[in-house]
Every structure is written in structure tokens, then in C-alpha cells.
């Protein structure tokens, strides 16, 4: 083998290596449970009391999210993922991404849903509460 075809393959080897890492050596890949019905939650998800921003966001959430990601923000097999779910803390997904998702969608790069199309009629004061709602259930279910 000559000596650039021996680098080459140690880079492809690197390179392999390093994007076999990035999908499944952090916490950024997620790979929806096998097995599950579709449209079964994909989380065990406990409803703590809602108050002010909280529950307005709810009933923005059941309007406007929960025919894909679930009752509770559970995610459905099949569809979309659980919101309630540690890639989506804040440290990870800071508030910002929930308006940009609601706002531009999202193209699919944590699951194998699909994309996330933008919804439309839903104004940034609605996402607002709807980001209390998801942040108080998060808290609830150990996620902070
Ligand atoms: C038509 C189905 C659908 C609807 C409606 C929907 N989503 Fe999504 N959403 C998805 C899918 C699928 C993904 C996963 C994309 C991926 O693979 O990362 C997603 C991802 C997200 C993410 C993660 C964004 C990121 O940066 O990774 C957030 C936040 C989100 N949705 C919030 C919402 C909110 C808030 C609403 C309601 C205003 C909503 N979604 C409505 C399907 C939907």
C-alpha cells in the first residue's frame, strides 16, 4: 500500500470513528423504543399542579403540539418525540429552540420521525407559556 493510501485509510477510520461518536457517544441520538403501538406515549410522564404560564401553555400545547408530540408532551411512537426527555433541557434546548421550532420548524436530527413543520397560528406569547408548561413537567420527571 502506498504511503497516501495508508493515510487516507487512517483518516476514514478517524473520520468513521469520530462521527460514530458524535451519534451515539453523547446524549444527541435517540433512537425511538422498538415494539410500541403506534401513537403510544414514549415517556412515563408525571402531571404536576400547573399554575399561571404553566396552564395557559397546556391548553396552547394541546392546540397547537400535542396532536404530534402527545398528550403531556409524552411524544407518540411514530410520530414525534417526548418533549419531556433529558436532550430537551434547558441546558440542551435552551427556550430560544422552542420558538424556532414552533416558528421555522425543525429538519430532523435527534430522531427518525421526519421533520417538524412550522405551526402556524401559534403566536410567541402562546410558545412562551407553552415553554413554562414543558419546563414545569421536565421538573416534575427529574429533568432540570
Ligand atoms: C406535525 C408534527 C409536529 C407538530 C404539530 C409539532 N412538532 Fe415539534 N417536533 C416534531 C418532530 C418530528 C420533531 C423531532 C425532530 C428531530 O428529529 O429532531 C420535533 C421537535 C421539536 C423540538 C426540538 C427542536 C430542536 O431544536 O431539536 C421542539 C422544541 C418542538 N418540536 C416543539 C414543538 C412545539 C412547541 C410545538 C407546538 C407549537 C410542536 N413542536 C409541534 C413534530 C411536530
Known amino acids: 500500500m ?3 493510501k495508508a493515510l487516507s ?3 476514514i477510520v ?3 470513528a469520530y ?11 435517540q433512537i425511538p423504543p422498538e415494539g410500541a403501538e403506534p401513537g ?5 410522564v408525571v402531571v404536576p399542579p400547573l399554575t399561571g404560564a404553566a396552564k ?12 404530534c408530540h402527545g398528550k403531556n408532551a409524552a411524544g407518540q411512537q411514530g410520530v414525534a418525540p417526548p418533549l ?6 434547558p441546558s440542551h434546548h435552551g427556550d430560544v429552540a422552542f420558538l424556532m421550532a414552533a416558528q421555522n420548524g425543525v429538519r430532523s436530527h435527534h430522531w427518525t420521525f421526519g421533520d417538524m413543520p412550522p405551526v402556524k397560528g401559534v403566536t410567541r406569547d402562546d410558545v412562551v407559556n407553552i415553554v413554562a408548561y414543558i419546563r414545569a413537567l421536565q421538573q416534575a420527571n427529574g429533568i432540570n
Open 19 to 29: 462521527v460514530g461518536y458524535s451519534f451515539n457517544g453523547s446524549d444527541t441520538a
Open 2 to 4: 502506498s504511503f497516501s
Open 14 to 16: 478517524i473520520l468513521v
Open 40 to 44: 403510544a406515549p414514549l415517556a412515563n
Open 84 to 89: 419531556v426527555h433529558q436532550i430537551y433541557r
Open 9 to 11: 485509510a487512517i483518516l
Open 56 to 67: 395557559l401553555g397546556e391548553v396552547a400545547f394541546n392546540e397547537n403540539c400535542a396532536a
